[in-house]
């Protein structure tokens, strides 16, 4: 690696070479996800899970995506169908756009550092937060224009359900945002880091970790709070009507949501890439941390779905609006005043 | 009426998070137990002589079967699955089947033909898998159902046990 020097090689190369590698990597641990969704609670439930397409099942994702893809498609008759087939895309592209501000570490190649996320912009929450607004969508156009009662009934229910937890979400966000400072997720994690104690070790940030889990439970519409999709009252929720590739693209947009919230919360809470009672740990280790950080809040999401039963629709509003958010509200004022009266003389 | 006297709650219990951690332990530890399906076709059905699987004719050790074609089977059997031509024959009995048919897809494995039976010619195996791409596949002649006595010994067995209740005792 003599001469050689990251200053030379395009940005734009240095841009794909992100792009595919870390989009490649939210889509399959996606297909994985779905793999494993089936794995855990088959083997919760002493059973053995898919286990014929390649060795332990792991082909299953790929038997799924040929079968989905050459699927007939049915588009139900009186719905509209461009809204129809925007739905799922709406649904899909906004989780997958989420992962580009993730500071998933860095690498370094020959003494020189790049930073290993798409984008190290300084607004990095409020772009995680607008597009994640936007994924609801998804569930309440695909619900609509479905022209099925059970259909608008899942996407109704997701939009209630969004915006009740999305306040919660965004105010356990802005205890971690009060704690260091700064809406750039980078500078979340090199706080976390100098300080050699994530904030989920915080008494505020505990707090805030654990409404934050809850509420991005809800956000993404898994259980114990999947009422979009509810089987046995709705069917199938917001997309009862879908069939072939556009169900499949639900369930991708779903998966995608599931690990960015998983990147997320390990960024905010547990301090990102940083290896714990190792400041200098080098970078692989820095990325493999990560990993198994969020690997371990994606289990989290699994191992939650096949334990807990659904709630009932009003214990989840008053969950949400008497409980976790005052909760929230109490805590990020307590932590104000505690970050204004420590920080006075600067 | 019924009134249904629900506990009051607990505050842990209300607090519902120490009570999640209580079933996601609960989860976590089942997660590390082997599993108890089968998995069929490696793994088959478990059986034993008190299972009554396909009838089948017993083929005695010199070779011949031990049906002389009388028909009681063919009367006990409630589905008419069981079809029989007799036919003579030089051996000491006279009389054997030239055809024995029973169609599998109408028998009920009830096990009728095992008790109407005199000669001890016919009883239920183990056998349970039952498959084919026809119809008249499934309609079973003499060769299919022909098993040696040592393959239907168990059976046999036991059959003689249960029956040993009705035999007055010396």
């Not at chain 1, 040929?66 to 799922?88: H, Q, S, T, W």
Request: hydrophobic residues 50%; aromatic residues 12%; contains cysteine.
């Amino acid at each position: 690696m003599d001469g050689f020097n990251i200053k030379d090689v395009p940005e734009v190369v240095l841009w794909i070479a992100k792009i595919a590698i870390i989009f490649g990597g939210l889509v399959g641990t996606a297909a994985l996800m779905s793999l494993a969704e089936r794995k855990v609670s088959a083997w919760m439930q002493y059973r053995h899970g898919p286990n014929r397409v390649g060795p332990f099942g792991l082909l299953q994702p790929l038997a799924d995506g040929i079968k989905f893809i050459f699927k007939e498609e049915l588009i139900p008759e009186g719905a509209n169908k461009f809204l129809f087939r925007l739905a799922p895309a709406l649904a899909a592209i906004p989780a997958m756009m989420t992962i580009a501000v993730i500071p998933i570490g860095t690498v370094v190649i020959a003494d020189q550092v790049i930073p290993f996320s798409i984008a190290q912009i300084d607004l990095g929450i409020m772009y995680m937060l607008a597009l994640g607004g936007l994924s609801v969508y998804g569930a309440i156009l695909g619900g609509w224009a479905s022209n099925s009662k059970y259909s608008l009934l899942g996407g109704l229910r997701a939009s209630a359900q969004m915006i009740s937890y999305e306040l919660t979400l965004i105010l356990s966000i802005l205890v971690v945002v009060a704690l260091s400072g700064s809406l750039d997720l980078n500078t979340i994690v090199d706080a976390q880091r100098e300080a050699g104690l994530w904030n989920v070790f915080t008494p505020f940030g505990f707090l805030a970790f654990v409404l934050f889990t809850i509420a991005s439970f809800a956000e993404t519409n898994r259980h114990p709070f999947d009422f979009a999709e509810c089987e046995p009252e709705l069917v199938g929720g917001f997309h009862t009507e879908y069939s072939a590739m556009r169900f499949a693209l639900f369930f991708l947009g779903e998966y995608c949501a599931m690990t960015v919230m998983a990147c997320l919360n390990t960024t905010l809470f547990f301090g990102g890439p940083s290896v714990p009672f190792w400041p200098e740990a080098p970078w692989f280790l820095g990325i493999l941390a990560f990993l198994v950080k969020a690997g371990f809040f994606l289990f989290l999401f699994i191992w939650v779905r096949w334990t807990l039963p659904r709630f009932r629709f009003d214990q989840l509003m008053r969950l949400g609006w008497k409980v976790a958010l005052p909760i929230a509200l109490v805590n990020l004022l307590v932590v104000g005043a505690w970050v204004a009266f420590t920080t006075k003389g600067s | 009426m019924v009134v249904v006297q629900r506990k009051e709650l607990t505050l842990a219990e209300r607090l519902y998070l120490p009570e999640v951690l209580r079933g996601l332990s609960l989860t976590f530890r089942k997660f590390f137990e082997k599993p108890i399906t089968r998995q069929y076709p490696e793994e088959p059905l478990p059986t034993d002589e008190v299972t009554r699987g396909q009838p089948r004719l017993v083929v005695k050790d010199d070779g011949n079967i031990a049906c002389v074609s009388c028909g009681m089977c063919e009367i006990a059997c409630p589905a008419y699955a069981i079809t029989i031509d007799g036919g003579e024959t030089d051996r000491t009995i006279e009389r054997e089947p030239k055809k024995f048919e029973i169609d599998m897809l109408r028998c009920i494995l009830c096990g009728f033909c095992e008790e109407a039976c005199p000669k001890d010619a016919i009883f239920m195996s183990n056998e349970l898998e039952l498959a084919d791409y026809t119809r008249a596949g499934l309609v079973y002649d003499m060769e299919k159902l022909k098993r040696p006595k040592s393959a239907l010994q168990r059976r046999i067995d036991y059959i003689y046990k249960l029956n040993n209740r009705w035999r007055s005792k010396p």
